[in-house]
């Protein structure tokens, strides 16, 4: 299959939200992507953008994206996170989210990050094992927490500040 990997553009919006839809509907959880093309183009191509996106694409398709932004760690400095890399079913198992995964390491080592990390779901076997493979070290006695839009609230209703 022939495809290249670019630094994604606006015009990429909707085929990035259709790879999240197609993710989100593999990881099932189909019903919780709550952000919007509109969100994407805000956040990603506006003036200070809050994420950067690279793209897989053959003339006719965009078939995979990495998508990553900065976060800061009190041990390591600054650091890059890779949010999701997504590859559409119809071209795994054919490097594709390989490349767009050196294309990630390519860009963190270029911006002289400390470390770039990501999750990884405990039961997709095939991720964990590529990411063993290449030598990442997937750390399997952390959780991974967070609260969501209606936790942060009820929590804040309940707290006592």
């Not at 593999?26 to 805000?42: G, M, N, Q, S, Y």
């Not at 932004?69 to 390989?98: C, F, N, P, Q």
């Not at 095939?126 to 006695?141: L, S, T």
Request: net charge negative; proline share 2%.
């Amino acid at each position: 299959m022939n495809y290249t990997i670019r630094k994604a553009v606006e015009a990429d919006v909707a085929n990035i939200f259709g790879l999240i839809e197609e993710l989100a509907i593999f990881e099932k959880e189909a019903d919780a992507v709550i952000i919007t093309p509109e969100d994407l183009r805000k956040d990603g191509f506006g003036a200070s953008p809050k994420f950067h996106c690279f793209v897989a694409e053959t003339p006719e398709d965009v078939l995979g994206i990495a998508l990553v932004y900065m976060r800061y760690s009190t041990w390591k400095g600054e650091v890059l996170h890779l949010e999701d890399l997504i590859v559409s079913e119809k071209a795994r198992g054919k490097g594709i989210g390989g490349k767009l995964l050196t294309e990630v390491i390519k860009f963190g080592n270029s911006l002289g990050v400390k470390r770039i990390g990501w999750e990884v779901l405990d039961w997709n076997t095939p991720a964990i094992e590529f990411y063993e493979h290449i030598g990442a070290d997937v750390k399997r006695d952390w959780h991974v927490v967070q609260l969501d839009e209606e936790g942060i609230e009820r929590y804040l209703a309940n707290k006592e500040l």
